[in-house]
């Protein structure tokens, strides 16, 4: 299939374009558009069929499920069977935007979007260019992030494009997304509530609104052992194909041992790289050292994430490294999305 290409101004939407795409999406096809996330894959999230062929495209489990996007809050009503007030309260507090909330799914929508489960995961995303899509497709748009299973999520549509040309009917493409990384996902079907993936949207900020909060054992620990909560825990996701270990201490006894694993790398003819920050970016040997932004501020860190696993790919970079990073706050979705990324390869060092 061919894949068209077209680019949209997000402060100057093109109403006839939009349609266009929505038109793509009402048949049954797949279009990929920005969010303030990462780029989606987007298909009618009511159409069973579109669902599969976003598995296909992806190369995805299909017991791995899909997050429902809406653009309104009347769509709410009609996807989850119950809408408890938790759910308008975070809604009121933090939708549109980054934050995905489990519910009890409403027999409208097929178990080929839930991956097969009674629940479904929806969002409301704030992106312009997402909410025109979504209203235009007819209101409800099945979109995991628009990536090859197991690759980083795209940050930019030229990771779609590298990721999906000739699979889908079209990319939407605005610029850069603004956050970098997906967005908080929070199970509202459990007492207390629970956080299954961590995002911009922190636990202190949904305790704010919700009282006590929970999260999942498995998202800061290695889940290999322990019965995931939802069927897409238990995937290996937003790996580079070089072998990544993140390595946790102190500043300079980082920056040695780092140092000293390149020289052996390096004596086995093995090309090596380094995740670093702004502060120490000057001090490896690595043959690719890329700093991931200011540790002081965290969410430049988040945005270039993705974008930096991708580039030691296209380099062929055989070991990497990264520094490790706080757990606080959107560090803490930094380093859920890294400790997946190195498989749980993790040495602490002082
Ligand atoms: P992505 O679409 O790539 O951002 O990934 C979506 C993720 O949302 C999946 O991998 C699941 O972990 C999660 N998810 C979607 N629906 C549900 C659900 N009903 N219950 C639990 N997790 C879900
Ligand atoms: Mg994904």
Excluded at 162 to 173: F, H, K, Q, T, V
Excluded at 184 to 200: F, K, N, Q, S, W
Excluded at 278 to 294: I, P, Q
Aim: some cysteine; proline content about 5%; glycine content about 10%.
């Amino acid at each position: 299939m061919e894949t068209k290409l077209v680019r949209i101004d997000e402060n100057h939407i093109d109403a006839a374009l939009i349609d266009a795409a929505g038109e793509v999406i009402r048949a049954g096809g797949l279009v990929a558009f920005p969010t303030e996330t990462v780029y989606g894959l987007g298909g009618d999230a009511l159409n069973a069929q579109s669902s599969e062929k976003i598995y296909r495209a992806k190369g995805r489990p299909s017991d791995n499920p899909l997050i429902v996007h809406i653009a309104d809050m009347d769509a709410l009503g009609t996807v989850a069977r119950e809408v408890p007030e938790s759910a308008r309260k975070l809604a009121g507090r933090f939708w549109p935007g980054p934050l995905t909330m489990i519910l009890p799914k409403a027999d409208i929508v097929p178990r080929e979007t839930t991956g097969g489960l009674d629940t479904v995961a929806v969002r409301m995303p704030v992106h312009p260019v997402a909410r025109e899509l979504i209203r235009a497709a007819g209101g409800y748009v099945a979109a995991p992030s628009a990536n090859r299973s197991g690759r980083p999520s795209p940050t930019l549509a030229k990771y779609v494009i590298e990721d999906l040309d000739g699979r889908i009917n079209m990319i939407l493409d605005s610029g850069d997304v603004e956050i970098g990384l997906e967005s908080t996902i929070v199970d509202l079907t459990t007492e207390p509530p629970a956080i299954l993936r961590p995002g911009y949207i922190t636990r202190r900020m949904l305790e704010e609104v919700l009282g006590e909060v929970a999260e999942d054992g498995t998202m800061m620990r290695d889940d290999s052992g322990q019965a995931p909560r939802a069927p897409g825990m238990k995937y290996r996701h937003y790996a580079p194909r070089g072998e990544l270990t993140i390595v946790d201490g102190t500043g300079e006894c980082v920056i040695e041992y780092i140092n000293g694993r390149i020289e052996r790398h390096r004596a086995e003819g093995r090309k090596t790289g380094v995740i670093c920050t702004d502060a120490s970016v000057g001090r490896y040997r690595a043959d690719v050292c890329k700093s991931a932004g200011d540790r002081r501020s965290e969410e430049t860190v988040a945005r270039e994430l993705y974008r930096i696993l991708r580039e030691f790919d296209d380099e062929n970079v055989e070991v990497i490294y990264a520094e490790a990073f706080d757990t606080d706050g959107i560090g803490q979705a930094i380093m859920n999305r890294l400790l997946k990324a190195a498989g749980h390869r993790i040495v602490h060092v002082s």
